[in-house]
């Protein structure tokens, strides 16, 4: 039996151990609702729920088994979609780049089932921009501005480092509920999640264009000014990084 389990670090193993959940059987068989209704395909099944630990403190648990992706690594067998999030994950930490944090990963292969676990801490002081677009309380000029320069500087700092989100929408992009310093917000409260197709594209250009096509065309609800504003802060950014 093929077995990985990881944490990435003391503190992560020492909160889920607390709750009785640092090891793979007591998470796979944890009994919780879903918080979104497993997807199957291709003989396979993957899906999330949410929990709330012993000192209050909410991960969302993911549980996936047979559902693979290939990779040039491994171009026949593949790898659990999930063991692939999870090292895109370290890699964005590894940049500085805003994302959901890892708390486990753990897969076991045997008798021909692959089954693969990830858990991440809750973004419960973020929202989506989906969300923050939404929200009726979100009038002040200087402060959406503020918003959404950020999110371009995150944007821009992504594609600095050749990575392609590839499923760009303002539900995968959160933001804080408010700023976590001063009244405007900063690069640092924006995240992204959902990054089991992030990858390694082979121009800064090309990541860059795929992605910002994606989230121009989903962010619907921004004017003029602050598609403007967004472009006008990222190619700011990109030069300041190039530099």
């Not at 990541?207 to 065309?217: K, S």
Request: net charge positive.
């Amino acid at each position: 039996m093929t077995v990985r389990d990881i944490f990435p670090n003391a503190a992560a193993r020492a909160q889920l151990a607390a709750s009785g959940l640092a090891d793979f059987a007591a998470l796979w068989s944890l009994d919780t609702d879903w918080h979104e209704a497993p997807n199957e395909r291709r003989g396979g099944w993957s899906g999330v729920s949410r929990h709330v630990l012993a000192d209050g403190t909410a991960i969302f648990l993911k549980r996936q088994e047979n559902h693979l992706c290939r990779t040039w690594r491994h171009p026949l067998r593949g790898i659990p979609t999930f063991y692939r999030e999870y090292l895109n994950i370290r890699r964005l930490q590894e940049h500085a780049i805003g994302a959901v944090e890892a708390l486990y990963y753990g897969d076991r292969l045997a008798a021909g089932k692959w089954r693969a676990i990830l858990v991440t801490r809750a973004l419960d002081d973020s929202i989506s921009l989906d969300e923050w677009d939404a929200a009726t309380d979100r009038g002040d000029p200087s402060q959406r501005r503020s918003l959404i320069r950020a999110v371009a500087l995150a944007c821009a700092r992504l594609h600095h480092h050749r990575l392609q989100h590839s499923c760009l929408y303002g539900k995968h992009l959160f933001v804080r509920r408010s700023p976590a310093a001063g009244p405007d917000y900063q690069e640092a409260d924006v995240r992204f999640i959902d990054l089991e197709k992030l990858r390694l594209g082979l121009s800064r250009e090309r990541v860059g264009a795929h992605d910002l096509d994606q989230l121009m065309r989903h962010t619907q609800v921004w004017s003029d000014d602050d598609r403007a504003c967004f472009l006008s802060a990222y190619r700011q950014q990109r030069a300041a990084l190039k530099g």
